[in-house]
């Protein structure tokens, strides 16, 4: 603002230079930057899978050589949160392929003249299931998951009953 004499009365209406307010804008909800298709943005960030590997391997070589237990610990930790945004990513990625070819399967059958069928949550998870296990099955880790969830369910029900104190 401009410098005012401190001897003349300040005026009512004085003439001060308006600033402009800068806007701040968040890209996750502004409509300039588009629509997020993550198949899109899955191609145009597909560079950052080669250096997340490399980035893995170098971890992994500096785990090995490190002497240094706290050190060893952290990139232990730092390896396997690597790991599992790995598998995460490739869970995203088979669900995304599912749910594509079951877009492409109503389309053909759209084409035929069939009404189109959606399935529901339950049913999707259902398929979701017998895909898993025919996974465990091919890779003959089936018996293990299965006496893992019989034990889980065990201790579950072995919670819900009464105590024998109360009896």
């Known amino acids: 603002p401009l410098e005012m004499s401190a001897k003349k009365p300040v005026p009512f209406l004085r003439q001060v230079v308006s600033v402009r307010k800068k806007v701040r804008r968040d890209p996750r909800f502004d409509d300039l930057s588009g629509e997020y298709k993550p198949e899109i943005f899955m191609k145009t960030y597909s560079f950052l ?33 690597m790991t599992q945004q790995e598998q995460a990513q490739k869970k995203q990625q088979k669900l995304r392929e599912r749910e594509l070819s079951l877009k492409r399967q109503q389309r053909e059958l759209a084409k035929q003249g069939k009404k189109p069928f959606f399935l529901k949550k ?19 880790k089936l018996e ?12 579950k029900d072995k919670r819900r009953l009464p105590s024998q104190k109360n009896l």
Do not use: H, P, T, W
């Open 49 to 81: 899978d080669s250096i997340k590997k490399q980035e893995k391997e170098m971890v992994q070589k500096q785990l090995k050589k490190c002497r240094n237990a706290e050190q060893k610990e952290k990139l232990q930790q730092l390896l396997n949160r």
């Open 122 to 140: 339950s049913e999707k998870r259902k398929l979701e299931l017998a895909e898993k296990y025919a996974e465990l099955k091919r890779s003959g």
């Open 144 to 155: 293990s998951f299965l006496s893992k969830k019989r034990k889980r369910n065990a201790i």
